[in-house]
């Protein structure tokens, strides 16, 4: 199983402009009239990962995620589009977002995604998906699969 370099079909990558005054600075996250309803997010999140840590490779079921990497930090972002159906089927895309290029990306159900911090310090990402974690009152099942822990998985964030 070989992936090859793309565009993934769904996925979203908008740049994220920071508007700077001598107060500091202040960022568009998302809005409604720029998302598809589909997509609107239910909850969110935020979290902080250390330097040279990598979360995931893992996949919803049903879930779209809409992350957003603003800083600090840069990020290794790592997408395979691993649906059958899909025009872009066995395509990766690799990005590097975060401080130094701060993007909200949108990624669809069965697009496994990770992302590695690769820029020295602790780094933040948020996180606005269209469905509650494990369900209203957390008593469904999680929507993922994960992969991280597979030692022959093929998605592998560090073999670029």
């Known amino acids: 199983m070989s992936f090859k370099r793309g565009d993934i079909e769904g996925v979203v990558v908008k740049e994220l402009k920071k508007f700077v005054d001598e107060r500091g600075w202040l960022a568009e996250l998302f809005r409604q009239d720029e998302i598809d309803k589909d997509i609107y997010p239910v909850m969110s999140y935020i979290s902080m990962t250390l330097p040279g840590v990598t979360r995931g490779p893992h996949e919803h079921l049903e879930q779209t995620d809409y992350f957003c990497f603003i800083g600090p930090s840069n990020f290794k972002l790592v997408l395979w589009d691993n649906r059958k159906n899909s025009i872009s089927y066995m395509n990766k895309m690799v990005l590097f977002v975060g401080e130094d290029n701060p993007k909200s990306v949108i990624i669809p159900p069965r697009v496994v995604h990770a992302y590695k911090n690769v820029g020295g310090k602790p780094g933040i990402v948020l996180n606005f998906p269209n469905r509650l974690y494990a369900g209203w009152g957390k008593k469904e099942k999680v929507d993922e699969v994960r ?12 073999e670029e």
């Open 147 to 158: 992969y991280e822990n597979d030692a022959n998985t093929v998605f592998r964030v560090d």
